[in-house]
C-alpha cells in the first residue's frame, strides 16, 4: 500500500504564507504526478497546483502567489502558498499518481490539512 502525509496547514493573517508538505512512502516504484487540491466548505474539491514530470499547471486563482515543486528522491511535493487570502481557506489534499513495485498504477490522496485564512 501507499500513504500520503501532509503537514503544514494552520491557521494565517491574509498576506501571509504557509508550506505545505506531502510524503509518500510504501510501495512505491515510481510517482508519475503529485499534486495539492483544496476543498473549501460548500464547494467541490479543485485542483489547485500539478507538477506532471517537470511540468507544472496551476489554478488562475493560485497564479503568481502559489508554487509547486518535488523533491523526487523521497517522494515529496510541496506547496509554497504566499500572499494567501481568506478566499484560500479550505481543506487541502494531496495527490499522487504511483506506480507500484507490481507496475500497477493507482491514484492516492492525504487525509488532508486544514489552511484558514483569516480577515
Known amino acids: 500500500q501507499v500513504q500520503l502525509v501532509e503537514t503544514g496547514g494552520g491557521l494565517v493573517q491574509a498576506g501571509g504564507s504557509l508550506r505545505l508538505s506531502c510524503a509518500a512512502s510504501?510501495?512505491?516504484?515510481?510517482?508519475?504526478?503529485m499534486g495539492w487540491y483544496r476543498q473549501a466548505p460548500g464547494k467541490q474539491r479543485e485542483l489547485v497546483a500539478i507538477?506532471?514530470?517537470?511540468?507544472?499547471n496551476y489554478a488562475d486563482s493560485v497564479k503568481g502567489r502559489f508554487t509547486i515543486s518535488r523533491d523526487i528522491p523521497k517522494n515529496t511535493v510541496f506547496l509554497q502558498m504566499n500572499s494567501l487570502k481568506p478566499e484560500d481557506t479550505a481543506v487541502y489534499y494531496c495527490?499522487?499518481?504511483?506506480?507500484?513495485?507490481?507496475?500497477?498504477?493507482?491514484?492516492?490522496w492525504g487525509q488532508g490539512t486544514q489552511v484558514t485564512v483569516s480577515s
Open positions: 507538477n506532471i514530470g517537470g511540468s507544472t
Open positions: 495527490n499522487a499518481v504511483v506506480e507500484r513495485w507490481d507496475h500497477r498504477k493507482s491514484t492516492y
Open positions: 510504501g510501495s512505491i516504484f515510481s510517482i508519475h504526478d
